[in-house]
Nanobody, 126 residues
Framework: QVQLAESGGGLVQPGGSLGLSCAAS????????IGWFRQAAGKEREGVSC?????????FYADSVKGRFTISRDNAKNTVDLQMNNLKPDDTAVYYC??????????????????WGQGTLVNVSS
């Protein structure tokens, strides 16, 4: 069964760091694009970052997180991780991961994606 599960959320002070992990089961993360999304209260879900399948090698970051967030893939653990540094209160949201064949599909057509994790809450607050 194909599944995704996020972990690593929590409470962090502004300027702090947090690492999220998206664990895949039923498929290999190096063969599909994996994207990270977030949804703040009362706002629409937005794409944060995406890493393409290994054969394509592309990486996407939203402008709001460039230079602060880093996405990476761990083939041994079958996870895609999101390292978040210099966190701001505006980063507070539920973070989700999702998958499809490439980042262009994941980021631009996220409303049609079928495979999502359950989400993990990131709260940036003093």
């Amino acid at each position: 069964q194909v599944q995704l599960a996020e972990s690593g959320g929590g409470l962090v002070q502004p300027g702090g760091s947090l690492g999220l992990s998206c664990a895949a089961s039923g498929f290999s993360v190096d063969r599909y694009a994996i994207g990270w999304f977030r949804q703040a209260a009362g706002k629409e879900r937005e794409g944060v970052s995406c890493i393409d399948r290994a054969s394509d090698g592309g990486i996407f970051y939203a402008d709001s997180v460039k230079g602060r967030f880093t996405i990476s893939r761990d083939n041994a653990k079958n996870t895609v991780d999101l390292q978040m540094n210099n966190l701001k209160p505006d980063d507070t949201a539920v973070y989700y991961c999702a998958t499809d064949r490439d980042c262009d599909v994941v980021i631009k057509h996220w409303r049609y994606l079928r495979i999502w994790g359950q989400g993990t809450l990131v709260n940036v607050s003093s």
